[in-house]
Every structure is written in C-alpha cells, then in structure tokens.
C-alpha cells in the first residue's frame, strides 16, 4: 500500500457509494406523498405484528400455567400417597418380623435364641435400645434449594458419610440415620438433590443417633470429623449439635435379599500320624 492510499483513507473513511447514497438524499430531502405513508403504514403493521405476536405468547403462557401447577400438584399428591403406603407396607413388615421372630425364639432353645438375637442385633436386623449419641445437622436458614456440588449452606451426603464414620471410629454398635438403620452393606449417596440412604430418601434436619459405650460422646468430640464440622458450622451457618441420651430406640433394617446360598461342606474327619490308629474311647 502506497502512503498515499492510506491518508486517503483516513482522510476519508466513508465509502463512495454511502457518500453518493447520502447525497441523493439530501437533493431528494425528506420522504412525501406515497412514500412517506407507505413507510409509516409498514412500521404500524410491523409494531401491530409484534404486539400481537407478545399478546398471543402472554396469553398461551397464561393459559398454560394452570394446567402445568395442576400436574405438579398431581405428581406431589402421587408421592405422598406412594410414601404413605410404602411407610404403612413398611410398619406391616416390621409387626410380621417381630412375630416371627417371637415364634423362632420360641422354637429354638435358650441358647440359640440369644446367640441369634445378638448376632441379629449386630448386624442391624433387630431392633435395639441403649444410651447413646444424636449427632444433629440441618442445612443453613439462607440455603437456596437445588442441593448443588458446590452449594454452600446445604448438608450433603459426604458430610453424613463423614459423621457416621467417625462414630463408627469411636465406638457406636448401632447407627440410625432418621430412623434409617445402617448395616455393614448401608449407602448413603446423592442422586440430583436429594439424598438417599439405602435408596430411601431422607431430608434435613438431618438426626444420626447411636447407640455405643458411655463415652461415645467424648470420643466422636475429640474426632477430626467433629472438629471439621464444628469449622464448616462456624463459617457456613449449617446447624451441627450434639447431645446424650438415654434409652435409644433403633428400628431394624430392611432384610437383605438373599441372591443365593449354598449348603456348607461337612467338615473332614482329622488326619491321624501315620501308622497310627485312633485310641479307642473306654480304654484303659
């Protein structure tokens, strides 16, 4: 490029034609007669277009929300109703359990009964009663609803995966989560923004109660998860308390389904040394 292409250029920055264009127009001035009417008709039709095009979309949304709350309210009705039966299916199979295990007990020997209560106590298919812990957590008064990752103001499973560890850690025979009891095959995960355990929803507050030795509660405050969440009380605003108490009563846990089984081999007579017999029972 020449160096007096670009004066020229920014001498005049309009192009030619633009310049040709404007200058017409300013012999010709100011649109009259037909041309003016037709131009001002166009810009009416086109506002009258677009009015009526907002008028139809306010009255469609309009006419739409009472059918949209309708159906929400259906499927909130269709969960409550769902819930009720499955807490009343639920409390039917707990009243049926009892039974037939007041009917086993009353089977078996005396031994064997408690052997089996026990072993069914420890492995949370019974239900128990002892002193205990509640640990409390809620979600901060100003959280927002839709649980995000990285929501701050919201209990998340992580927090109550962190907490039951640490009563795990310190001690606790028995853990409940809003009356969801924990076994050794017990998740508690997050699916969208709700928290599940062992696929059962739960909701803040959020009471984790323990059953374990008298110290359990001076064990867990000295835990670094307890430290932790003491912190993020602090700084967030979420509700984390805890306090003793007497005479826990934990629910059992749903029975796990049985995939499959197998009979256990017999166990196999002891090798004797050889050359040598077995010494006769009665012998001198």
Known sequence: MSPDFLSELFS???????ADAAARRAQQGPP???????????????AVLIGLLFAVAYRQTVADEPRRSQARADLVGQIKQRQ??????????????????RERDAAL????????????????L?????????????????????????ELGRIFDRDLQLVTNALWASGAEAIAINDQRLTATSTI?????AILVDFRPVTSPY?????????????????AAAALMRKVADGEHIGFDTRRTDDLNLPAA?????NYATRPAPPSPTPTSAGTSPIPSGGD
Do not use: C, M
């Open 109 to 124: 020997g005396a031994d064997e009964a408690a052997q089996r209560r026990d072993a069914e106590a420890a492995t949370g």
């Open 254 to 258: 749903t029975e796990p389904q049985l």
């Open 189 to 193: 995960r997050k699916a969208g923004g």
């Open 126 to 150: 019974r239900r128990v009663t002892g002193d205990g812990l509640v640990v409390r957590l809620t979600d901060a008064p100003d959280a927002a609803e839709g649980g995000g990752e990285h």
């Open 12 to 18: 005049n920055p309009l192009d030619p034609g633009y």
């Open 207 to 223: 009471e984790i109660r323990a059953i374990g030795p008298r110290d359990l509660d001076d064990r867990f405050a000295d835990t």
């Open 32 to 46: 009259t007669g037909w041309r003016r009417t037709s131009r001002r008709s166009a810009l009416i039709v086109v």
């Open 84 to 101: 009720e039966a499955t807490d009343d299916l639920r409390g039917q199979a707990d009243r049926l359990r009892d039974d037939v295990a």
